[in-house]
């Protein structure tokens, strides 16, 4: 049994909680309400009631406020084996309040630098490992002239976002300014938990041309296992978009080798030691490239769908590296095919208002599994990043055809029933053949 602090928690993490708690280890859920808008309040019940103890607190990036904190609790803090989190906006706090107690986890530089997207394609370079074009900037000028050096189409992004908070493709000089100018506008609009993470610097990258894959790498500081390889979907009029995943991906066993090694070698480049990792690649015709890593497990609906594909949990994994086990050796082998489709609109718009309230109940026989917040008459948001979503539909098949194509007509279906325009996405090669 071990002494297990997490800090935050996401939705979906509540697994790792609940697993934990099973396990018998004993948890506690370091609350910082900063980042209540991650989870509905039922999950934030769920959380105080999974976590064996909750302690709260402002500012979990200040450590010694986080220890004071758990004093204050009562909790001992070197009775304490392990500091883990879920949540992306936690993982520089967690590796350094692991390294305050002297508990394994990871080097906060390499948390830092896994983050901060201008220093991880240094490092590449500097490693030598296959890289995408890129500069760094803070104003126009600096941007506008690493896009003249690298050459038009570009990708601009804040170095330190997430979510897709400003982040597109530029074709011009004029792209560039006008994206500046609207990335200033949005640095006011969203959450100040995701304000926070920004600096003020962008990145400006070559554009990865070709399919968008993800893996999830765990390591446990030795061994460092690639677990699976995700095929994501793209907007087929925006490539920055994400919207929905397969597993499997679909690649050769030769190619997704070569991905899950890629995402590997990163990993160890960046000196990322205890955790599991969501590494994002493009398949280009040049072989992989990097497009972000994130220093902690995939959030969102991927770990589910993973679930359904392999039987396999990835807060599991996360849990028991926490508590002292090796990293799987192996990949998980896939056990079924899974897909699935995020319900988001390609416009602001506002859903039918005859709909009956139950509508996504009609649905349910011929989902896997799957979610919707959309009601009758809601105004749905044109879908800018990942805080648009507002459902998701997944289908298991006995192969990724079928499972592509059954989400492809649920969606289909949905557009109808709903009366509005769900974002298009990028047909994928399997299913336009
Ligand atoms: N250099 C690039 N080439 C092609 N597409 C990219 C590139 N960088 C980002 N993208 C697209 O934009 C999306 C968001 O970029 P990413 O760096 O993953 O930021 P976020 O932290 O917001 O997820 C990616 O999933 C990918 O589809
Ligand atoms: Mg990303």
Redesign the pocket.
């Known amino acids: 049994m071990s002494k297990l602090v997490f800090v935050g928690t996401i939705g979906p993490g509540l697994q790792a909680l609940e697993y934990a708690g099973r396990s018998g280890h004993d948890t506690v859920l370091v609350h910082s309400p900063r980042y209540d808008f991650f989870l509905s309040s039922a999950q934030r019940a769920q959380a105080r009631e999974l976590a064996g103890r909750v302690v709260e607190l402002d500012d979990v990036h200040d450590t010694a406020a986080v220890l004071d904190a758990l004093r204050a609790a009562g909790i001992d803090p070197s009775g304490i084996d392990a500091v883990l989190t879920t949540m992306h906006m936690c993982t520089v706090p967690t590796a350094r309040l692991a390294q305050a107690l002297g508990v394994p986890g990871c080097d906060p530089d390499a948390v830092l630098a896994a983050k901060d997207?201008a220093r991880c394609r240094r490092i590449l370079d500097a490693e030598g490992i296959p890289n995408?074009g890129h500069g760094e900037g803070q104003g126009p000028d600096e941007l506008l002239a690493a896009a003249d050096r690298i050459g038009y189409p570009v990708?601009v992004?804040p170095a330190t976002?997430?979510?897709?908070?400003s982040?597109a493709v530029a074709r011009s000089a004029a792209d560039i300014r006008a994206l500046f100018a609207a990335a200033e506008r949005a640095a006011g609009t969203v959450e100040p938990g995701v304000a926070a993470e920004l600096d003020g610097r962008f990145v400006v990258?070559?554009?990865?041309?070709g399919p968008?894959y993800s893996v999830e790498v765990a390591s446990d500081g030795r061994i460092v296992t690639p677990l699976v390889v995700v095929r994501?979907k793209?907007g087929r009029d925006n490539?920055?978009l994400?919207l929905g995943s397969t597993v499997p991906c679909g690649l050769s066993a030769a190619q997704e080798r070569e991905m899950g090694d890629y995402a590997v070698r990163i990993c160890r480049a960046l000196g990322l030691g205890l955790g599991v990792f969501h590494v994002?690649i493009?398949h280009t015709a040049h072989g992989p490239?990097l497009?972000?890593v994130?220093p902690r497990v995939s959030g969102g609906a991927l770990p589910d769908l993973v679930a359904a594909a392999t039987g396999r949990n990835l807060f599991e994994v996360l849990v028991d590296l926490f508590s002292g086990h090796a990293a799987p050796a192996e990949p998980f082998p896939p056990l079924a095919c899974a897909s699935h489709s995020f319900l988001t609109a390609e416009t602001d718009c506002t859903v039918r208002t005859d709909l009956p309230t139950d509508w996504f109940e009609a649905l349910r026989p011929r989902l896997h599994s799957g979610w919707t917040s959309i009601r009758p008459g809601d105004r749905l948001r044109r879908m800018e990043?990942?805080f648009d979503i507002y459902g998701v539909v997944r289908a298991v098949a006995e192969d990724v055809e079928t499972a592509e194509r059954t989400c492809d007509a649920l969606t289909a279906e949905i557009e109808k029933t709903l009366g509005v325009r769900l974002t298009p996405a990028a047909p994928s090669e399997r299913t336009a053949r």
């Open positions: 997207k995408l990708i992004k976002g997430v979510g897709k908070v982040t990258e070559e554009l990865a041309v968008l994501r793209t490539p920055v994400e994002e493009i490239r497009i972000e994130n990043g990942n």
